[in-house]
């Protein structure tokens, strides 16, 4: 095994086995993590999506510098901004808080002929608020959505439109409508890891029992590709965390990193979610499992410091700091090669 410090930085070549340890250790105290490299695809969709914040967060302070207040007003900020769905939503409210649902209707039908093909996001913007709009006026209610629903489909990507139709039935708790669609989601999109996690999710707000949830995971895993079993697992392990039966969460993570014991990810993933309960005795003993791991030095220097960071969190315990900082430098002195005695 390779020392804990090799590779480091801050190493300078031709130090000796003291400086080893403390340079490696004083990193580990700081409890400084070098940053995992992104994917290009990961830094491509984080830049689009800053690039789209800033894009709303422009339109929105425009219009809170010079607030329309007639649709006059509106509908020369869309012709100067005719490829913003924000402004076009927000004309859609301004008529319908002055009841003027058939204009807001035509205002929707509008800003989806204007807008240019290209933007597609501004598209979908659009066509959400649109079946929201049929879900607080339509008649009859349900009908109307599905009539506009059906009509985006032709348009915009279908697991976003179908996520945007789930939410909205979520937050105006038609809670048997998006039962039901997330049947056909899961039929639709079956090797789609985030729509089984959303099928997981629904069923443990809904307080679903712990068979239930065993079935949904047995029909994902059938569904899902390979690569994406792990994630789904491990994913569904925090939803349970997060939902109130942290129990079955828990024995997930042990199931997958049983599997998996290298995988420093998912301890990190399972301690997150204990640490986020709180009971100081659980974190600890999980702490100590992963901490007597034989993993390569930097998955090792990557879990000290965690571990040091949160006894560092709580605050009021030298003692158990010094304890940790103690087994982080046995662990470095014991994956150090051994000095010639001569």
Known sequence: MQPLSRGMATESEGSDLEDNISNTCLEIANGTEANAKKSDKQLKKEARKQRELEISAMEERALQEDIPQTPDDFEKLVRSSPNSSFIWIKYMATLLDLADVEKARAVAERALKTIIPREEEEKLNVWVAYFNLENEYGSPREDAVKKVFQRALQYCDPKKLHLALLAMYERTEQYELADELLDRMTKRFKTSCKIWLCRIQFALKQGKDVEYIKAIVNRALLSLPHRKRIKFLSQTAILEFKCGVPEEGRSRFELILREYPKRTDLWSVYLDQEIRLGDVEVIRALFERVTCLTLPPKK???????????????????????????????????????????
């Open 300 to 342: 090792m220097q990557f879990l000290f410091k965690k571990y040091l960071n949160f006894e560092k969190s709580l605050g009021k315990d030298n003692e158990r700091i010094q304890l940790v900082q103690q087994k982080a430098i046995e662990y470095v002195q014991s994956s150090l090669p051994s000095q010639d005695n001569s």
